[in-house]
C-alpha cells in the first residue's frame, strides 16, 4: 500500500512513522529499503484486502494520473464488507488496474462489489501474442448500413508490412446474402447463415476508404493469440495498456456485434473519469484522431 492513516490523514510511507490501515485499522508499518518501493504493509503480516496486489511501477504510474485523494480508497458495501480500490474519482467510477491475472470468479466478485467500475490491463505481457488490425468507421455512422467488413487475418509474415490506417480489404452485402437467406439482417447472422456459409465478397475502392477514414473514431478489428478469456466476458469495460498512448477498449462493433477495440487516449480517459457519472460513459464523445500506423 502507498498509503495509510498517520494521525488520522493519508500519508505515505517514511521511517519511523506510526500508521494504521484505513481498511481495517490494524497497526501498519513502513518499509523503506533501498531495493523496494516504499509502501505500506500490515504489521502483522495480514493483508486485510484479500483483492489487494503487490504494487509495481506501472500501478503507481497510473495511480499518479489522479489525485492523492482519489487513490487506495477504501469501498465498503451495505454489508459491511471492505475493498480498496485502486482509484476511485469525486464522481464515483472505480478504477481498477490490474497486472496479475484473474479467474472469473474473482473478476465477477469485484465487478459485482463495486459496481461502476473500469478496469484497466497491464498489456505488455501479452503485447507479442496481440495483433491490431484494419480500422473500421464509427458504428453509429451512416453510409455503412449493408456492409459486413470481412475478418482480419492475423499477418504471419512480420517482414510484410500492415497499413493500419486502413479500412478492411474484403467485405459483403446483407442486401446480396439475403437473397438466399431470406429476413437476414447484421443482428441475426450467426442465427440465420450456417457456419461457412458462402457470401460474395467484394474488394474496397478508394472512395469507400476515404469515406470510412472520415468516419473513423478510433475502432479496429484485432487478433489476439491465446487471449484471456475473462476480459472477453466481463461486464465493466475493459481497456488495455500497451505502454504506448493509447489505450485499447474492449468493445462489441455495431449491429454484429463482433469483437473489436476502440483506441482512447489516455488522457481522454483520465479526464472522462473525473467528470463523468457512469463507467460506461468514458470516451463516449469521439473526436477525430491518427489511427496508428502498423507498417
Given at each position: 500500500m502507498k498509503y495509510a492513516l498517520v494521525n488520522g490523514r493519508k500519508a505515505k510511507a517514511r521511517r519511523g512513522l506510526a500508521a494504521i490501515c484505513p481498511g481495517c485499522g490494524a497497526p501498519m508499518v513502513a518499509k523503506c529499503g533501498p531495493r523496494v518501493i516504499h509502501h505500506w504493509a500490515h504489521k502483522a503480516r495480514s493483508n486485510c484486502d484479500p483483492w489487494w496486489e503487490n504494487e509495481t511501477d506501472w500501478h503507481r504510474e497510473w495511480k499518479s494520473?489522479?489525485?492523492e485523494?482519489?487513490?487506495?480508497?477504501?469501498?465498503t458495501a451495505p454489508d459491511g464488507e471492505i475493498h480498496r480500490a485502486d482509484i476511485k474519482t469525486p464522481t464515483?467510477?472505480?478504477i481498477e488496474v490490474q497486472h496479475s491475472a484473474l479467474s472469473d470468479e474473482?473478476?465477477?466478485a469485484r465487478e459485482r462489489f463495486y459496481g461502476n467500475l473500469i478496469w484497466i490491463l497491464d498489456g505488455r505481457p501479452f503485447r507479442k501474442s496481440?495483433?491490431?488490425?484494419?480500422?473500421?468507421?464509427?458504428?453509429e455512422s451512416?453510409?455503412?448500413?449493408?456492409?459486413v467488413w470481412g475478418p482480419y487475418v492475423r499477418n504471419r509474415y512480420r517482414s510484410f508490412p500492415r497499413n493500419y490506417d486502413r479500412p478492411p480489404h474484403a467485405f459483403w452485402l446483407i442486401s446480396e446474402a439475403a437473397r438466399d437467406y431470406p429476413g437476414l439482417t447484421k443482428?441475426?447472422?450467426?442465427?440465420?447463415?450456417?457456419?461457412?456459409?458462402?457470401?460474395?465478397?467484394?474488394?474496397?475502392?478508394?472512395?469507400l476508404e476515404a469515406q470510412v477514414q472520415a468516419s473513423y473514431t478510433g475502432h479496429h478489428q484485432f487478433y489476439w493469440t491465446r487471449p484471456r478469456r475473462t476480459w472477453l466476458d466481463a461486464n465493466s469495460?475493459?481497456?488495455?495498456?500497451?505502454?504506448?498512448?493509447?489505450?485499447?477498449?474492449?468493445e462489441e462493433y455495431g449491429a454484429t456485434r463482433r469483437l473489436c477495440v476502440r483506441l482512447v487516449a489516455k488522457p481522454k480517459l483520465v479526464y472522462d473519469a473525473m467528470v463523468e457519472r457512469r463507467a460506461e460513459d468514458i470516451a463516449t464523445r469521439f473526436y477525430p484522431i491518427s489511427a496508428p500506423n502498423g507498417g
Open positions: 494520473h489522479f489525485p485523494e482519489c487513490r487506495e480508497v477504501s469501498h464515483g467510477i472505480v474473482e473478476r465477477e496481440f495483433e491490431l488490425g484494419w480500422m473500421l468507421p464509427d458504428p451512416s453510409g455503412f448500413e449493408d456492409i443482428a441475426n447472422i450467426d442465427t440465420v447463415m450456417p457456419p461457412g456459409a458462402m457470401v460474395q465478397i467484394h474488394g474496397t475502392s478508394p472512395e469495460p475493459v481497456y488495455i495498456d500497451f505502454g504506448d498512448e493509447f489505450l485499447y477498449r474492449l
